[in-house]
């Protein structure tokens, strides 16, 4: 199946090989092939789906906006469409969050996004050099490459990634509290960092392996980039939109950065990208960045339909609650898979189990894929499970997925285990009782599907 558009789609193909079925239709939190099996999705397009596969409202509104032949492309020309949108994100994201920021539309995708900010950046405080974090990722285009950590994705031929410093994220030197190694070496002359233009993070790196740094480390940093009149731009493509259980990611510790990129879902499932900028930042003159597809009409349309679920009281505790399923059973599977060492880590709907080892997680992969779940794995070496669903998963759903992955990680491992470490290895079948009880109502609120 991964040949199924193999003779003319480029080598660099990818998602398909890890999923190589043709895909047809997808409803709230399953797809269905070509050939009618139906899949669970813990995957959630890469972090663009958290409001599930053809959200209902979203759908009848793009239905009604289309068939009233609404405006669909626009450079960055007022329409109403966009009025809308930006009326609903002012009333329902940043206003209730005090938040006095101004929205630029880039082009279509996460990347766009980073390269105007860290562009702004440079522009606004005259200098060219940027801190990243080990295991950062922000995409693919040559400046977010250069800030992205894996070297997987880095070759000298790429272009360079001059002026960007990668410094030890949180946790990454243990017990080290590594905002202080930043603090130092902006204190130090001879430290050899120039003083940045930016500090770009994210507060849980998504594509690193499910890292979730510290309220007090993401605070330390904040108040270090004050200190020194350095921009703080967090990248809240992944693990904002309500992955970590509030709009963005960064509410929970209380930061005002200077500079947000969004993508992914902000959409509502449809491409857009945007970076909020803090309203006195806003050096940018007119017209200064542009691009053909800034502002995508119909993802207004099913934007503003989906940011409603943020109207609603009971939304981030549904969200927490279904994240509070999922944390659960991994520390069951932590117990019960003693002897594996796996580890898990991840706030709100964004958890990640640490396998270890990329081939066994590929192998999990592979076997959940033929099962009837997609998931995928992130981390440097691909070891880490990454479990994403929708924010909007039925519970059933959500455990059904959830027995998928324990049946599978049963099977791999026993596999693995010779036949008298098995004998030793206590390994029971997952326990669902325990955990059904665990995170409240199964209500999916006003907007659910
Ligand atoms: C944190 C973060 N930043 C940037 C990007 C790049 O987004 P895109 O792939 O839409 O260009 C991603 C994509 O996964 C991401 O997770």
């Known amino acids: 199946m991964s040949e199924a558009t193999g003779n003319i789609e480029s080598n660099v193909r990818g998602y398909c090989r890890l999923f190589p079925a043709v895909f047809d239709t997808a409803v709230g939190s399953t797809l269905t092939d070509a050939s009618g099996k139906t899949f669970i999705d813990f995957f959630c397009g890469a972090g663009s789906l958290n409001y599930g596969h053809n959200h ?19 450079l960055d020309i007022a329409t109403k469409a966009k009025v809308d949108f930006l009326d609903t994100f002012e009333r329902l994201i940043l206003k209730p969050r005090g938040m006095d920021f101004v929205v630029q539309f880039t082009g279509p995708t996460g990347t766009n996004a980073v390269e105007a900010a860290i562009k702004l950046a440079r522009k606004q405080t005259n200098r060219s050099h940027i801190v990243a974090f080990t295991n950062a990722y922000h995409g693919h285009s040559l400046g977010s490459l250069a800030l992205t950590g894996n070297k997987y994705y880095h070759s000298e031929f790429y272009g360079s990634r001059n002026n960007v410093t990668h410094l030890p994220f949180d ?6 509290d590594t905002a202080d190694l930043l603090a130092k070496m902006l204190a130090d002359n001879s430290s050899g960092l120039p003083v940045p233009a930016a500090v770009i993070l994210e507060t849980v790196q998504g594509e690193g392996g499910i890292n979730v740094a510290s309220r007090q480390w993401l605070r330390r940093v904040a108040e270090i980039c004050r200190q020194h009149e350095i921009l703080l731009i967090i990248d809240d493509i992944q693990v904002g939109n309500g992955r970590t259980g509030k709009f963005f990611s960064f509410e929970d510790a209380g930061l005002e950065p200077d500079v947000v990129c969004l993508s992914k879902s902000i959409g509502g499932g449809l491409p857009m990208s945007l970076v909020l900028i803090r309203r006195p930042l ?7 960045h542009t691009g053909t597809f800034r502002g995508n009409n119909l993802a207004f349309v099913a934007a503003n339909a ?11 505790s549904q969200i927490a609650s279904r994240g509070e399923v999922i944390q659960s059973w991994l520390k069951q599977v932590c117990e019960r898979f003693a002897a594996q060492n ?12 640490d396998v270890k080892r990329g081939d066994l997680a590929a192998k999990v992969i592979r076997q959940c894929f033929q099962d009837g779940l997609l998931i995928e794995a992130s981390g440097a070496d691909d070891q880490v499970l990454k479990f994403m669903p929708a924010l909007t998963i039925e519970r059933p759903l959500l455990f059904e997925g959830l027995r998928v992955v324990d049946a599978v990680l049963c099977r791999v491992v026993g596999e693995e285990t010779s036949p008298s470490d098995q004998a030793l290895q206590v390994m029971p079948q997952l326990d669902l009782g325990s955990i059904s009880s665990v995170g409240g109502s199964a209500s999916m609120g006003t907007l659910g599907q």
């Open 56 to 74: 209902p409202v979203a759908k009848a509104a793009l239905l009604d906006y289309v068939s009233r032949n609404g405006i669909q492309h626009s």
């Open 171 to 176: 946790g990454y030197l243990g017990d080290v």
């Open 282 to 288: 806003d050096a940018w003159k007119p017209g200064e």
């Open 306 to 316: 989906v940011l409603k679920h943020w109207a609603d009281a009971d939304f981030e």
């Open 342 to 353: 796996f580890c898990y880590r991840g706030r709100g709907l964004i958890w990640g189990l």
